[in-house]
Structures are given as structure tokens and as C-alpha cells.
């Protein structure tokens, strides 16, 4: 079965546990047609970064309650129902309304609950923004570095975010060019592919998810 026992899969899941440390922000924006998504994106990551942190370094909570403020700040600057769509991929069409519905949650929960856990985790990383290049006029990338307090390479930490309108949100993560999303999407197609059944990936996630809020100390 493929490894589900962290939020991302395989050994990425330690490093973007950094991802929230962001202290300093130093934007550069690339050459753009479209000045609001090129100012908008960065901005975005800066705000998750600022709240992010102040989330991090706040230890007078249990690591249930910061597990829920995390659920706020997921729900605020990600994208999380396109993520998780995209991340069924054609198994979506072979899931009923229940099913949909039930995924979604059991998705919220798997990253929530994943980083909850390894919210002590943190260092004092710190994350650069190094520019932001257009993408369409609906999407932009944000591109960072993560700078570790022993030193030691920068992590590269791209933020794909996507919007119009002034409303954006992030839809993707990309650590040393490896997807967030894609990693998810290929882990939860071989568990079906490995079962037989679409279903038996909801089995899966109640399992991983109720075993990650025990752990934490969450209520069910």
C-alpha cells in the first residue's frame, strides 16, 4: 500500500512543514501583463507566511487547538476542494455525492491533522521570496528559498497560485520540484489501483485520519 502515514506522502512531508516559517519576505516581481495576480500572489503567500508563523511560535495551545486554527488558515489561502478534486483525478466521476462529500473531509483532515503533529517541528526557518513569474492571466508562481538557521542549502519552495478578480488562492507546492499535489494524486491512485475500488481509498483515509487525531489529542 502506498505510504499515506503522512499528509503528503513519502519524505517530503518533514521538509514542508517550513513552509509556514516564513519571517522575512522580500518580493520581487517578474515583468507581467497582468499587475494584479503578479502583486496579488505574493501577497497571498506573505499573508498565509505572517499567520502562519504567529501560529508556529504560539506554544500556550494544545496541538489540538493549533490543529484548528491551521484548518482556518488552509481554508482561507489554499484552494483546498480544487486540490483535492484534482488529486482524485478520474476516480472522482466513480465516487456518489456521499462519497464527494465524505473525501473532502477526510482530505481537510489528512493535512490538518499531518501538520498538527509536526507543528514542534520548527526551527526558526526562514523563507525568502525570490520573484514572481506570470504564469496565464489567471495564475502566477511564486518561488522562494528557505534558508535553515544551521545552514546547509536553501530548500527551493515554489507557491503556484491561481485567481482573479483580487480573489486568490494557492492551488499548489512545489519543494526542490517535487508536487504536492501530484504526490498526493499518484499515492491515492495506486491505493485504488491496488484495491480495485475507488471506495477502498475512503477506508484508507478514515484509518490515517483517526489515527492522526489520537495522536494529537483531537476529539473525534
Given at each position: 500500500?502506498?505510504?499515506?502515514?503522512?499528509?503528503?506522502?513519502?519524505?517530503?512531508?518533514?521538509?514542508?512543514?517550513?513552509?509556514?516559517?516564513?519571517?522575512?519576505?522580500?518580493?520581487?516581481?517578474?515583468?507581467?501583463?497582468?499587475?494584479?495576480?503578479?502583486?496579488?500572489?505574493?501577497?497571498?503567500?506573505?499573508?498565509?507566511a505572517d499567520e502562519g508563523v504567529s501560529l508556529l511560535e504560539d506554544r500556550s495551545v494544545s496541538a489540538a487547538v493549533r490543529a484548528e486554527r491551521f484548518r482556518g488558515l488552509?481554508?482561507?489561502y489554499f484552494a483546498t476542494e480544487a486540490i483535492a478534486r484534482w488529486v482524485l483525478g478520474r476516480y472522482w466521476n466513480q465516487f456518489d455525492a456521499a462519497q464527494r462529500d465524505e473525501y473532502y473531509r477526510l482530505f481537510e483532515d489528512l493535512v490538518v491533522?499531518?501538520?498538527?503533529?509536526?507543528f514542534g517541528e520548527?526551527?526558526?526557518?526562514?523563507?525568502?521570496?525570490?520573484?514572481t513569474v506570470l504564469d496565464s492571466n489567471t495564475q502566477a508562481t511564486v518561488f522562494s528559498?528557505?534558508?535553515r538557521p544551521t545552514g546547509g542549502q536553501p530548500i527551493?519552495?515554489?507557491?503556484?497560485?491561481?485567481?482573479?478578480?483580487?480573489?486568490?488562492?494557492?492551488?499548489?507546492?512545489?519543494?526542490?520540484?517535487?508536487s504536492l499535489s501530484q504526490t498526493w494524486r499518484s499515492d491515492?491512485?495506486?491505493?485504488?489501483q491496488q484495491s480495485?475500488?475507488?471506495?477502498?481509498?475512503?477506508?484508507?483515509?478514515?484509518?490515517?485520519?483517526?489515527?492522526?487525531?489520537?495522536?494529537?489529542?483531537?476529539?473525534?
Open positions: 500500500m502506498p505510504d499515506l502515514r503522512l499528509p503528503i506522502g513519502r519524505a517530503i512531508a518533514a521538509r514542508l512543514i517550513v513552509i509556514l516559517a516564513v519571517v522575512l519576505l522580500a518580493p520581487g516581481v517578474a515583468a507581467a501583463d497582468d499587475p494584479a495576480i503578479a502583486a496579488g500572489a505574493p501577497a497571498l503567500v506573505k499573508g498565509f488552509l481554508r482561507r491533522y499531518g501538520y498538527a503533529k509536526r520548527y526551527t526558526g526557518e526562514r523563507l525568502r521570496i525570490v520573484r528559498e528557505i534558508d527551493n519552495v515554489d507557491w503556484r497560485v491561481g485567481g482573479r478578480a483580487d480573489v486568490y488562492r494557492i492551488v499548489d507546492v512545489v519543494v526542490e520540484n517535487v491515492f491512485s495506486a491505493t485504488i480495485g475500488k475507488p471506495a477502498a481509498l475512503l477506508d484508507v483515509l478514515r484509518a490515517r485520519t483517526a489515527q492522526l487525531k489520537a495522536e494529537i489529542g483531537a476529539a473525534n
